[in-house]
């Protein structure tokens, strides 16, 4: 009776939770990106670290950069009364910055995952960024007379999504005239230097202190992707080719060369033990 009424009271718990959020079925995302309140942010250190007998605490320190893309997403879902999630959705995230007498494009593809959406009704929205983060060592080769200071370097954004598969048409804000004149259209897919790495928050030492100004990120599943070659097992190895598997006989041995030589030194004792009874 007791396992029943546990069955019934586990089930109706899950559907209970099953009805307390709502999919949404089609997104559509807007960028708010504005040269004013879009731009290259410093981070302070996270926490204050040393290595002991190296001098790095000496040394002149590169903050970790940061730009958030703001975006608006509208979302539709059933008209219900439970809460509405966008339960994933990719970004790419595209950075026109000056470096030197070039412009660089740095490009990080993001998948948000249960997004939240405010409102009631079929059609919901929220207001959200996406956050790519500069590494130090990126901001230097960047910028390396001002030793990694990037403040004022970024040129436009663009953002790309996809929701269900289906990848929207990228859309750019160009912070510039002078430098938008100059663009051509997506300039974005014709940059040849995808070579610097940029990053998700949950690829910094600041993902703890995050807190929820981000969704959650999807993590890759690296171990399916990885490209180390695994060892080969037993089996394998009895079958390489030119391994030599010959067992060793004991008569190989160091033990059984030494036992040999003792049964010989008896053998030829015995031998002149012999010939010495005979004389006699």
Known sequence: MKSALFTIFAGAVCAAMTATATDATSVRVTLNAKGSSTKIEKLGMPQTFGFPGQGLTSQPITPWQVVNIPVQIEAKAKGDDSAHFVSQLTFKAHLLVEAGDKRVVLSKEITYVDI????????????????????????????????????????GVAIE?????????????????????????????????????????????????????YPAVRQIDRDATSPITPAPTPADDSTTEGTDTTTPTTTDTPAADAEEAEDTGRKGGKKNKNKKNKKR
């Open 116 to 155: 939240p959406l405010s409102g009631s009704g079929d059609v919901t929205k929220t207001e959200m960024s996406v956050g790519v983060f500069i590494p130090p060592s990126t901001a230097i080769r960047l910028n390396k007379k001002g030793k990694g200071d990037l403040k004022g370097k970024l040129l």
């Open 161 to 213: 999504t996809e929701f269900n598969g289906i990848r929207k048409d990228g859309e750019d804000a160009i912070f510039d005239n002078s430098v938008k004149k100059n663009l051509k259209s997506e300039w974005w897919t014709r940059s040849k230097d995808n070579t610097f790495t940029v990053c998700s928050i949950d690829e910094t030492p600041y993902a703890a202190w995050a807190g929820t100004f």
